[in-house]
């Protein structure tokens, strides 16, 4: 019992590495991707295994619920890790992200890549329905779009992912569809730290960038997506357990696996 206990006294350590992190969000992700050095399986950024084992475990869903003939915007695409996986399922992908350090690392990291584009935009102002929808015209693809969403909505306030939710709903019209996946960890802030390894003793680099910079995320299940996606609004074409893959911490090769939750969305 007093073992279990012992992980708490990671506390103090935890509210000190956090109170450094900018109070605005788009501040706090913005600085983020500008210190960023390297990305993947060895890199300096928590969510990116560095492999698609994840997203291959997506592709059947992808390809059975998403018209394939209708551009995806991956929204919330950091370093465009997913947009260009998807640039394989889809006629053009749009990554979006509100960090315009992240949309320049995108683009170097895609570069060559003609079918790829991204736009930097806060997906949760109002009217980021309209810079996207003008940003898929460019790129020549107009109209109804599919949406990709994965590790964004956690990190936002409820009433940021209400508004997100609300700027999707013209974008995908009639014939496109949201998926989601997100973490969905029950557990609190401590637990989910030593479940990626952190011990009294030591975090791993990663894991402990993302505290000090980063908003603290919170869990993103069917509840919180009943919230954001509100039912007379949204239709859920399936949902489930999903898990989210995370760059190797407590080993050299094997990436941590967060318990998630996935959702397949029509607009009504
Ligand atoms: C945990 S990262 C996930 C990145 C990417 N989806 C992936 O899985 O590799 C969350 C991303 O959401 C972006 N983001 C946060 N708030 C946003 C907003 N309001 N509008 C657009 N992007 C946002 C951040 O800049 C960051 O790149």
Not at 208 to 213: F, L, N, P, S, V
Not at 243 to 264: C, D, H, K
Request: charged share 20%; aromatic share 6%; net charge neutral.
């Amino acid at each position: 019992m007093l073992l279990a206990l012992k992980k708490y006294l990671l506390i103090p350590k935890l509210v000190k590495l956090s109170s450094a992190a900018p109070r605005d969000p788009r501040d706090a992700w913005d600085q983020f991707w500008g210190s960023v050095r390297a990305t993947g399986s060895g890199g300096d950024v928590l969510w990116d295994s560095g492999d698609d084992h994840e997203m291959l475990g997506y592709a059947e869903q992808l390809e059975r619920q998403l018209n394939p003939d209708l551009p995806i915007v991956d929204v919330g695409c950091g370093n465009g890790t997913f947009s260009r996986r998807l640039a394989a399922h889809f006629p053009h992908v749009l990554g979006v992200d509100v960090s315009p350090n992240a949309i320049a690392r995108a683009h170097s990291e895609s570069a060559g890549l003609d079918r790829v584009s991204y736009l930097a935009a806060d997906m949760t102002a109002p009217g980021a329905s309209r810079a996207v929808a003008d940003a898929l015209a460019a790129a020549g693809v107009a109209g109804d779009a599919n949406i990709f969403i994965r590790g964004v909505l956690h990190v936002l306030k409820r009433p940021a992912q209400a508004a997100l939710a609300e700027e999707l709903h013209p974008l995908v019209g009639k014939r496109g569809r949201v998926f989601l996946a997100e973490t969905d960890f029950r557990g609190n802030a401590v637990e989910y730290v030593c479940h990626l390894g952190a011990t009294l003793h030591s975090i791993p680099a990663p894991l402990e960038k993302a505290i000090r910079g980063l908003p603290m995320p919170g869990r993103f299940g069917p509840v919180q997506r009943k919230r954001a996606f509100p039912e007379l609004r949204w239709d859920v074409v399936e949902d489930g357990p999903a898990v989210i893959e995370t760059r190797p911490l407590t080993s050299a090769t094997r990436s941590e696996q967060i318990p998630g939750y996935f959702s397949v969305l029509q607009a009504r």
